[in-house]
């Protein structure tokens, strides 16, 4: 759900320590996949149907600037969920990132269909998600990025153990008021979510 109600601030979540996360499986007849030559498209329409992004023109866009370059590291670091149909209805990928000045690993773009919400994919994307952080050999520290408006996706990765980042300002954060905007943006998902987050 991405609820454009909302003001729009971007938010940072880190989580440091990445052992330690529940584990949720997926619906019976659902499955995992990586990234094949192809799923451009897949890729895009989940994007457009949860929300995240308005128009495939807009998908294709940031699939473009984020992944057309690297299409051999999509292959072991982008997943899809197939539902029994076999046909993509979710999609996340383990990134580098460059947000605190040197290259760290991220949760990037995550993102399920609509129509698939509230069936236990989100929380079963990310369970293999931390699984694939750890197949693909790193430990410890890892981000993601998100956005006021996915509120109910802050409260999943809460439940995975990240919390919301209210340290110095990132040194490639898109904005320069990162220090007046953050509070302002967590206070929003608090109201939004009836309760206070971890500090």
């Not at 971007?10 to 007849?29: A, C, H, V, W």
Request: hydrophobic share 35%.
């Amino acid at each position: 759900m991405f609820d454009r109600t909302v003001p729009y601030y971007k938010l940072l979540m880190d989580k440091t320590d990445s052992r330690q996360y529940p584990r949720f499986t997926l619906p019976p007849g659902y499955s995992f996949c990586f990234y094949r030559p192809g799923m451009e498209q897949d890729w895009m329409r989940i994007q457009c149907r949860s929300g995240h992004l308005l128009s495939l023109a807009e998908a294709e866009a940031a699939f473009e600037q984020h992944f057309a370059a690297h299409q051999p590291e999509l292959a072991r670091r982008c997943l899809f969920i197939l539902d029994p149909n076999d046909t993509p209805v979710a999609t996340a990928a383990i990134w580098p990132g460059q947000h605190f000045g040197r290259e760290l690993q991220r949760f990037h773009w995550v993102a399920v269909a609509q129509e698939q919400q509230g069936k236990g994919l989100a929380k079963a994307l990310v369970t293999r998600l931390l699984d694939l952080y750890h197949q693909l050999g790193y430990e410890g520290y890892l981000y993601l990025t998100t956005q006021t408006g996915s509120y109910p996706a802050v409260q999943l990765y809460l439940r995975f153990g990240f919390k919301p980042y209210r340290g110095q300002p990132p040194a490639n954060w898109p904005s320069a008021n990162f220090e007046a905007e953050n509070p302002v943006a967590w206070q929003i998902v608090e109201q939004k979510l009836g309760k206070p987050l971890p500090r």
